[in-house]
């Protein structure tokens, strides 16, 4: 195993694996395995399989802790949006996981390092060997750090559509000019944050941020409901 990734996990998130072979196992694809036989080597699909489900549990009890009013439609659209293929694709690169699993000549070729499927299969094996090796709270000390806060800052509001909803609920007896401004955007490329407030007729009912303008309305919207008691238990349900 890459002595690079020992000591990233070790250095930025604490984890110190007991059984090497397994973190082996879940950065080996089967171009590898394939290609390398005689190393009777392991691939990381049946560890794949235990993350997946590992993940969706853990993702599952943080959002029903959180959002202890949200009805279950609406958790499941939230979670949906955090266990995808894009989310997870990119919480495996920015954990630099895309730089150590081991691929195939063909497949490295073929450029499937980038592959977002490919790493999010690679992030959904890597906690299914934290799981193994050191069960679910290491998971979940792992994704507090790199997924929670991401769910936290809003970035997956957008499942919720808390726009829609404050909409619903401000024009439920009839028409109401609705605006969303733009009152700041500053921060580094890597790390935007754009600031929005939401008003209804001249009143300001709320204010958000988020890393696009999208994300920012949408904490403002929720903002919005929140400060007129109109949670989305109120609204109207699927």
Do not use: C, W
């Not at 694996?17 to 973190?23: M, R, S, V, Y």
């Not at 190393?39 to 699909?45: G, P, Q």
């Not at 560890?47 to 009805?71: C, I, M």
């Not at 998971?139 to 507090?144: E, K, L, M, N, S």
């Amino acid at each position: 195993m890459d002595a690079g990734l020992i000591n990233e996990l070790r250095d930025q998130y604490g984890i110190v694996f007991n059984d090497i072979a397994l973190l082996d196992e879940a950065f080996t694809h089967s171009s590898y395995k394939n290609e390398h036989k005689e190393l009777a080597l392991k691939d990381n699909e049946r560890l794949e399989f235990l993350g997946d489900a590992v993940l969706e549990l853990t993702v599952s009890e943080y959002l029903y802790k959180k959002y202890p009013q949200l009805p279950e439609g609406k958790l499941t659209r939230l979670r949906a949006a955090i266990v995808q293929t894009k989310s997870f694709s990119s919480f495996s690169k920015e954990a630099h996981f895309d730089q150590y699993i081991r691929l195939g000549k063909g497949e490295e070729q073929a450029g499937a390092r980038k592959r977002l499927t490919l790493l999010e299969d690679l992030f959904e094996a890597f906690n299914g060997a934290l799981y193994l090796d050191q069960g679910k709270d290491a998971v979940v000390r792992f994704i507090t750090q790199v997924i929670f806060p991401k769910i936290d800052a809003g970035d997956f509001s957008y499942a919720l559509d808390h726009k829609t909803n404050l909409q619903e609920y401000l024009q439920r007896n009839g028409e109401v000019a609705i605006e969303y401004h733009v009152l700041s955007e500053n921060g580094p490329d890597t790390a935007h944050r754009f600031k929005v407030d939401v008003e209804a007729d001249g009143k300001v009912l709320g204010t958000g941020t988020g890393k696009n303008k999208k994300a920012a309305e949408q904490m403002a919207a929720a903002e919005a409901l929140a400060s007129l008691g109109a949670d989305d238990t109120l609204l109207p349900q699927d």
